[in-house]
């Protein structure tokens, strides 16, 4: 199994940043994809950034510029720095972790809140 703990979500004024990490741990396999998904009320969960092993990552056009997907493969860890937050950034924020050798498999963190005022 692969567990997914996340933190660094909280309540930050327009324009302010914050930096959310998700430590996975368990059966891990090097070869993965790690990102970050959110999911605001009324919502559809959607992709916010994605990071590959091999090096790769990608963003959502509504963050692009302003938020970084980073890992560190040592510590197992992904982040996402997000700066310049904007109300509309206001949702439940979800870490993902896909093995990508057989059996292909997806987890899910238990969500932080990330809360932007006007």
């Known amino acids: 199994q692969v567990q997914l703990v996340e933190s660094g979500g909280g309540s930050v004024q327009a324009g302010g940043s914050l930096r959310l990490s998700c430590v996975v741990s368990?059966?891990?396999?090097?070869?993965?994809?790690m990102g970050w998904y959110r999911q605001a009320p009324g919502k559809q969960r959607e992709l916010v950034a994605g990071?590959?092993?091999?090096?790769?990552?990608n963003y959502a056009d509504s963050v692009k510029g302003r938020f970084a997907i980073s890992r560190d493969n040592a510590k197992n860890t992904v982040y996402l720095q997000m700066n310049s937050l904007k109300p509309e950034d206001t949702a439940v924020y979800y870490c993902?972790?896909?093995?990508?050798?057989?059996?292909?498999?997806?987890?899910w963190g238990q969500g932080t809140q990330v809360t932007v005022s006007s």
């Open positions: 993902n972790y896909r093995r990508m050798t057989p059996p292909v498999t997806t987890y």
């Open positions: 368990g059966r891990i396999s090097s070869i993965n994809t």
């Open positions: 990071s590959t092993s091999g090096g790769i990552t």
